[in-house]
C-alpha cells in the first residue's frame, strides 16, 4: 500500500468513529430529555386530584429516644416481635425460635405504643417502636381505616388476631 494511504485510512476511520460516537451521546441525550416526566397520579379511590394530610411523625415520639424517655409522653409495653408472632401463628415455630434468638443476641425489642400524656394523631390508631441497645431506631405508624381507605390503600389486607 502506498505511503500516503494508510494515514489516509486510519484519519478517515477515526474521523468517522468520532461522529459516530459524539452522535450516540448526543441522540442519548436527546432522548433522555424527550422521554415523558412522570406525573403525580390521583389517589386510586378519587376521581378528582386532592390533597390528604397523612401524619409522618408524632410530637414527642423520635427515632434516638430510649423506650423510658418514650414513656414518659406514651404509654408504652414490651410485646413480642411481630415477626416472630406472625411465624408461629403460620406454623413455623423453628424460624420463629430462630428470629426470638437473634432478637436476644441482638439486644433487639419491640414496643407497642398508644396514647398517653401525649397524644397520637387522630387518624393513627396506634404506634410501635423498634429498639436495639436500648436506642429506638424505627418508630412505626398504624392507621385508621377510614384514612387508609381514602388514600386507596385498601388493597392491602391486615390480619387480624
Same mark, same amino acid.
Given at each position: 500500500?502506498?505511503? $500516503?494511504?494508510?494515514?489516509?485510512?486510519?484519519?478517515?476511520? $477515526?474521523?468517522?468513529?468520532?461522529?459516530?460516537?459524539?452522535?450516540?451521546?448526543?441522540?442519548?441525550?436527546? $432522548?433522555?430529555?424527550? =422521554?415523558?416526566?412522570?406525573?403525580?397520579?390521583?389517589?386510586?379511590?378519587?376521581?378528582?386530584?386532592?390533597?390528604?394530610?397523612?401524619?409522618?411523625?408524632?410530637?414527642?415520639?423520635?427515632?434516638?429516644?430510649?423506650?423510658?424517655?418514650?414513656?414518659?409522653?406514651?404509654?408504652?409495653?414490651?410485646?413480642?416481635?411481630?415477626?416472630?408472632?406472625?411465624? =408461629?401463628?403460620?406454623?413455623?415455630?423453628?424460624?420463629?425460635?430462630?428470629?426470638?434468638?437473634?432478637?436476644?443476641?441482638?439486644? =433487639?425489642?419491640?414496643?407497642?405504643?398508644?396514647?398517653?400524656?401525649?397524644?397520637?394523631?387522630?387518624?393513627?390508631?396506634?404506634?410501635?417502636?423498634?429498639? *436495639?441497645?436500648?436506642?429506638?431506631?424505627?418508630?412505626?405508624?398504624?392507621?385508621?381505616?377510614?384514612?387508609?381507605?381514602?388514600?386507596? $390503600?385498601?388493597?392491602?389486607? *391486615?390480619?387480624?388476631?
Amino acid at each position: 500500500m502506498a505511503d $500516503w494511504k494508510r494515514p489516509l485510512f486510519i484519519g478517515i476511520g $477515526w474521523g468517522l468513529g468520532t461522529v459516530v460516537g459524539v452522535a450516540l451521546v448526543v441522540g442519548g441525550f436527546r $432522548w433522555y430529555q424527550s =422521554k415523558p416526566k412522570p406525573t403525580a397520579t390521583p389517589l386510586a379511590s378519587s376521581s378528582e386530584s386532592r390533597v390528604i394530610s397523612v401524619p409522618r411523625g408524632i410530637t414527642g415520639l423520635e427515632v434516638g429516644m430510649t423506650p423510658q424517655q418514650i414513656g414518659q409522653f406514651f404509654l408504652i409495653k414490651e410485646a413480642q416481635d411481630p415477626v416472630v408472632t406472625l411465624l =408461629k401463628r403460620y406454623g413455623k415455630p423453628d424460624p420463629a425460635e430462630v428470629v426470638s434468638r437473634q432478637n436476644e443476641a441482638i439486644q =433487639k425489642r419491640y414496643f407497642s405504643i398508644s396514647s398517653g400524656e401525649g397524644n397520637l394523631p387522630d387518624t393513627v390508631t396506634s404506634a410501635d417502636a423498634r429498639a *436495639t441497645h436500648n436506642i429506638v431506631y424505627q418508630i412505626g405508624l398504624h392507621y385508621d381505616a377510614a384514612i387508609v381507605k381514602r388514600l386507596g $390503600w385498601e388493597g392491602v389486607p *391486615t390480619l387480624t388476631s
